[in-house]
């Protein structure tokens, strides 16, 4: 097939692919770093003693981006074909969301 | 397709974890497998924080009483440490370097079963120390489920690393296991993402208040 990706071509490409798994391994370190960062700075939110009302929304948001750089970079969510990969996740963490937020408001003893 | 056909670097496939059906089915079917194990943990996750610090009499320990911040970040930095090895692994799978993907993924398991080890110790601190065992407390209940089930997961991921290497030890890297391999270290990056909930949700907002 003449419009095949380029996996189709492995040979022709070589040098090509290593050099953009190479960037992409530089991208992977560098959200490792970003993710200990952001660890970092949640765990000194606790040390520093903040009232909750300013804790809690950040350390959540924290969470939040740790996770989003482990879904889209760790696990390559960001390459293509990954739709129905996260049509998958996004169902299940809108059934998370709405579960979480149902027992913390009707359970109240 | 021959699944056991020999390759080498520069024939190696682009996305091997994806060339065969299988692989193509193997890489669908596990994310539908996270997104039910998204709403697995959002239902332990939402029981605890039901049932936080609910204890039937004043004498019972709180979070707040038993948590320590230093335990927690060195599990922390474990468990994160071991997804990135695991993305090495994955580098090295892609770029059809065996031997490097075994070692990094050698390296991914010695870091998840460092993690598990302090998991135990705290299990038994808080049991010994504070007398926080599974049916002391609602409280009780509700921790030891959500962590211990993770920490199941822990055990569940480090089995699966560990069989993969030695039954594909001397076969080589070909488009058979390459989607094996790739599942599981998908399976481990998602034990990270948990953890980092319960890092923040459990420990740290339970240290706050």
């Not at chain 2, 991914?108 to 302090?118: K, P, S």
Request: charged residues 15%.
């Amino acid at each position: 097939m003449a419009h095949e990706t380029t996996s189709a071509n492995p040979k022709v490409n070589y040098e090509y692919r290593r050099r953009k798994a190479r960037d992409e391994m530089r991208g992977q370190v560098t959200s490792f770093a970003m993710m200990i960062f952001m660890t970092f700075i949640a765990f000194i939110i606790v040390l520093a003693d903040f009232d909750k009302f300013y804790a809690f929304p950040i350390l959540l948001v924290l969470a939040a981006a740790q996770v989003v750089l482990q879904l889209y970079y760790f696990m390559h969510m960001s390459h293509k074909g990954h739709g129905t990969a996260a049509l998958f996740l996004y169902s299940g963490a809108l059934i998370a969301f709405v579960t979480i937020l149902t027992f913390l408001t009707i359970v109240w003893w | 397709m021959d699944m056991n056909k020999k390759y080498t670097a520069r024939t190696w496939p682009e996305s091997p974890e994806k060339t065969t059906l299988e692989g193509k089915n193997k890489f669908l079917g596990f994310w539908l497998f996270l997104g039910g194990e998204t709403v697995l943990f959002a239902t332990l996750f939402a029981t605890y924080l039901a049932l936080k610090d609910k204890v039937p009499s004043n004498d019972h320990y709180l979070a707040a009483d038993m948590f320590e911040l230093p335990l927690v970040f060195i599990m922390t930095m474990l468990l994160l440490t071991s997804s990135l090895t695991s993305v090495y692994a994955m580098y090295h799978m892609k770029n059809h370097n065996y031997q490097k993907m075994q070692t990094w993924l050698l390296i991914t398991v010695l870091l998840g079963l460092a993690f598990l080890c302090f998991e135990i110790y705290e299990f038994n601190h808080y049991v010994h120390e504070f007398h926080h065992t599974f049916t002391s407390s609602a409280f009780g209940s509700a921790f030891y489920t959500l962590v211990g089930f993770h920490g199941a997961h822990v055990v569940i991921g480090l089995g699966w690393f560990t069989l993969l290497l030695v039954r594909n030890a001397k076969r080589g890297l070909n488009l058979y296991n390459a989607p094996k391999f790739f599942v599981a270290s998908l399976y481990w990056h998602f034990i990270d993402v948990v953890w980092v909930f319960i890092f923040t949700v459990v420990y740290l907002m339970g240290m706050v208040g």
